[in-house]
């Protein structure tokens, strides 16, 4: 597939024109003009673009990518090592923030509800970046926080009484312990993120709204791989997505 086709294709479907984000959303570093292998992952770390150029791969797609706000612009250490990697081999790099959170089919949060039988019935906090659903039957913390931890392999950190029940259900993957209040005003029984920061637990307390941290990485894995899929379907590329271990 055409580099510059992929891009546009990406850019209409992930709809980058809404957002106003903290770092550019699309083809961040040129490679190659024709792309057969894309390989998919959370972030475009060395160890990630390693393993990304020893399959072969043409291009790369990521949710954090590179050229944050604030970031320092020099190209030197741990920044070279990475854009030599990709300039040296000729490898694109896409990168998809708030647009691969929020998309409603391939988004972080589409896809996390998803893999967690959650159907969303509503949307709250700044550019409704968070979901809420409703469910028919309510179940306890417990129940819930052992099937995220099935769900993501992983064990998370759980506030709240194990027994409680809930019906309202709010999430939003990555850093966004900072939309809990948001959560607690939309009226959830729980909240569940990736990160979580000191204040939470007096917050939870407080409100009797449970939280549910279960990884940054683990709960964005799913957005970037589900575009993957779609690409290696709808056209002639062959997809890899590659999970490079991160407990955070
Ligand atoms: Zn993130």
């Known amino acids: 597939m055409d580099r510059i086709e ?3 294709y990406l850019n ?4 980058t024109a809404r957002f106003k984000d903290y770092c550019p959303n699309g083809l961040q570093v040129e490679g190659r003009r024709k792309i057969e292998k894309i390989a998919t992952g959370v972030t475009a770390s060395l160890a990630f673009l390693e393993a990304a150029q020893e399959w072969g791969a043409d291009a790369v797609l990521v949710h954090h990518g590179y050229f944050w706000r604030n970031e320092a612009p020099q190209i030197t250490g741990r920044k070279y090592q990475r854009l030599k990697l990709l300039l040296a081999n000729d490898i694109s790099l896409f990168a998809y923030h708030l647009p691969l959170d929020d998309h409603p089919l391939y988004g972080n949060n589409a896809q996390l509800g998803a893999k967690l039988g959650l159907i969303a019935d509503s949307r709250f906090g700044d550019n409704n970046i968070g979901w809420l659903s409703t469910s028919p039957m309510p179940m306890s913390l417990n129940h ?6 099935q769900t993501l ?4 950190l759980v506030l709240g009484d194990p027994d409680q029940e809930l019906r309202r259900i709010a999430w939003c993957t990555g850093a966004a312990q900072g939309y809990f209040d948001a959560a607690i005003e939309a009226g959830a029984d729980v909240y569940l993120t990736g990160e979580i920061s000191e204040q939470i637990m007096h917050i939870s307390a407080e409100s009797g709204v449970a939280f549910i941290a279960a990884g940054h990485h683990a709960t964005e894995r799913y957005g970037v791989q589900s575009l993957g899929t779609h690409l290696s379907e709808t056209f002639n590329l062959e997809h890899l ?3 490079i271990h991160n407990p955070v």
Do not use: C, H, K, M
């Open 12 to 15: 209409n479907v992930l709809e």
């Open 153 to 156: 392999g992983r064990t998370p």
């Open 6 to 8: 992929l891009e546009l």
């Open 241 to 243: 997505f590659i999970d």
């Open 144 to 149: 819930f926080s052992a099937q995220v931890e």
